[in-house]
């Protein structure tokens, strides 16, 4: 009898100690994210933001397709462009410019993905943490810090080969520029030109045109941020899901 009254009161310990963990359960929710899973969250969510824009912006009219992200020659090329636009066929050629410097842009951009993922490779728990807790386009300014300068190494000498092809016989759309833009700058920097407030221009075309189309990845790169931080559908993933579920119960 003593040993069945032992048995009795162990059963209703244990019954009783399940009942209580349940209980806990229902009102602790879900465990807190581990430091895990939030880098391999944020890792997953680059990488498929970065190669889907990569993906994008490498497709045919990906940059000129697109006029949130179509490349143009600066304004100051206005004067270019309308001397040019004057002999037959100019307007032609101009679109031609414009065209074949978007496809330069668009054929950098199917190698863009590989630095993309080389950089999100090396992000420490810090940068995870920040990312996670920080504003709406965080990622995409971790991306901007972290692969700018190479991409830049990858889009410019791209850029340079569309704009240094001949396009008025002997004349290139650089060559145009660098005299167009050499003699304003002797203007402007003159004591006349500086009296009158005149600016000088960037010489630089290349530099210029490739900013620009750096730009324009990262406008996207921010666009696929977006998605996975406020549409759950875009959380493609388990981890995806948790990590970024974790966002949504701070913002109700």
Known sequence: MR??????????????????MQNLLKTTGPLPLTEDEVVN????ALITGAKNSAGILGAQDGYFGDATVKILLPDDARIIIDN???????????QDVVLRINRAAEDAAKEAAPIFVGSIKQMTLR???N???GADNAATQYLRQTTYNELYALYKPKIAASTEKKIVGSLSTKDSWVTLTGKWNMIANSVAGRLANLKPVNTDLDDYLTNKALNGMFVKVELEELKIRKNVSARISPILQRVFGSLDSKTK
């Not at 040993?3 to 209580?20: H, N, P, R, V, Y």
């Not at 969250?41 to 997953?44: M, P, Q, R, T, Y």
């Not at 040019?84 to 101009?94: F, R, T, W, Y």
Request: net charge negative.
């Open 131 to 133: 990312i996670l807790n």
């Open 127 to 129: 940068d995870a943490f």
């Open 3 to 20: 040993s069945q009254f032992l048995i009795f009161c162990t059963l209703i310990m244990i019954s009783t100690g399940c009942a209580e």
């Open 41 to 44: 969250g944020l890792k997953e």
């Open 84 to 94: 040019i636009s004057k002999i037959p066929g100019g307007d032609k050629l101009v």
